[in-house]
């Protein structure tokens, strides 16, 4: 047993591999467990292949850049980094980034400097939404490459959207899916009984509670993921399809004007009256912790019980979806077109990817990040382990995290962000 196997308790399959078998997105319950299926096709071609991949792997250093905002976070993928170089002679550094943006940017330059299939700086990057689009556009990523990897017959692409499609973007085999989310609100039950799942509910909620809360700032992934969820919830049903199609500078301010005329209101009584803000998520978090605000987000339903397992947040702390639905999407890792350390970079992967590191992933006492496995594809041996994380009390229902919802497109997010900073960091 190593290290990854620190997991005990009782827990439904269903809700253990809900997502890797789309229950959360679709409201349905989990596949029947089957015997893990035999490869072929493209699964085989990746098993016999495989051997060629690890001997070019050996010796090799991959340089993974990844958001590297939250410390447990961090923990995890340096403890899988050790597994791999233990097993297979591969060296992973990671490149910790404040905003994947800026290794995007740099892969970019690179390649504009002429290094566009070796010479590069990153060798796998931490990846989705408008920064896929960046480079996919671009044609700046390798592959296809996610059917050479032996574990990723563990993934069943037709079961959710999300990990066949990223943003508007068909995957195509260019990322390989390694968690999934959705975005919700942290709350202390003793404190908000009654959390505002609505913008009107929650701009209620601020005023009744002057300076008690707060978001982070935009470009920060939660931040933005802020932006966008009230703008898809600000917007008549008729309007929202708009959001499936690249922003049109012409169109965009009035149809985000409920948007903005949302924030304008909130302002005045959000914490520092809203000339301050948060940097990051985790930021965020601490100010929750620390009794400076009251409410929180997440994109990882399982935050409030890994909070409350390592002490952070109290036990009554929890996490509930919107009104409506909430933002989902999948994170994905992805090898750059002029990355020097390929075969590494896909050894690694391939660990990511595997029910031992998956299952680690999803206990909330490591990480609490939703698996993309799918149950009905992993052997029975492999149920077990997930059958028996305690996800614990705190980790959201079905009922409670709703129906997943998708991203607008990623020129969205960009939009959002030059917008938000023109009129709220503009002094």
Not at 102 to 109: D, G, L, Q, S, T
């Amino acid at each position: 047993m190593t290290l990854w196997m620190r997991i005990g308790g009782r827990v439904a399959l269903a809700v253990a591999l809900a997502w890797g078998a789309a229950a959360h997105a679709a409201g349905t319950t989990a596949p029947a467990p089957q015997p893990a299926p035999k490869p072929q096709g493209a699964q085989l071609r990746a098993q016999t292949d495989w051997q060629a991949v690890l001997d070019e792997a050996r010796g090799q250093t991959v340089r993974f850049n990844a958001w590297g905002g939250d410390p447990d976070i961090n923990e995890f993928i340096e403890r899988v980094a050790a597994e791999t170089e233990g097993c297979c002679d591969v060296v992973v550094e990671l490149v910790k980034l404040a905003d994947t943006a800026e290794a995007v940017a740099r892969i970019k330059a690179e390649a504009a400097a002429g290094r566009k299939t070796e010479g590069g700086s990153v060798d796998l990057i931490w990846i989705n939404g408008e920064n896929f689009a960046a480079l996919r556009t671009a044609d700046l990523l390798w592959g296809p490459m996610l059917d050479r990897l032996p574990n990723a017959r563990f993934i069943d692409l037709g079961a959710n959207p999300a990990l066949a499609r990223d943003g508007s973007l068909p995957v195509d085999g260019y990322e390989v899916p390694w968690g999934l989310s959705q975005f919700g609100l942290v709350y202390d039950r003793a404190v908000t009984p009654e959390p505002p799942r609505s913008p009107a509910a929650l701009a209620d909620w601020i005023e009744a509670h002057p300076g008690r809360f707060t978001y982070p700032a935009p470009p920060d992934f939660i931040g933005s993921a802020f932006l966008k969820q009230m703008l898809i919830m600000l917007l008549p049903k008729e309007k929202r399809p708009a959001l499936a199609r690249p922003a049109d500078p012409a169109k965009a301010p009035g149809l985000t004007a409920p948007l903005w005329a949302w924030l304008d209101r909130i302002r005045p009584a959000m914490w520092r009256e809203g000339r301050a803000f948060p940097p990051n998520g985790p930021a965020l978090e601490r100010m929750q912790a620390d009794g400076a605000v009251d409410l929180g987000f997440t994109f990882h339903p399982g935050q409030a019980a890994s909070a409350i397992a390592s002490g952070l947040m109290p036990a009554s702390t929890r996490v509930i979806g919107w009104s409506g639905g909430s933002i989902a999407n999948a994170h994905f890792i992805a090898i750059p077109a002029n990355a020097d350390a390929k075969a590494g970079a896909m050894v690694f992967a391939n660990m990511l990817i595997s029910p031992e590191v998956q299952a680690a992933k999803l206990d909330p006492l490591i990480w609490g990040d939703m698996t993309v496995l799918s149950a009905g594809r992993l052997s029975a041996e492999d149920r077990a382990v997930f059958r028996d994380i305690d996800l614990g009390p705190a980790w959201p229902s079905e009922e409670e995290l709703g129906p997943a919802i998708p991203e607008p497109h990623p020129s969205w997010t960009d939009w959002l962000e030059a917008e938000w900073a023109r009129r709220y960091l503009a002094g």
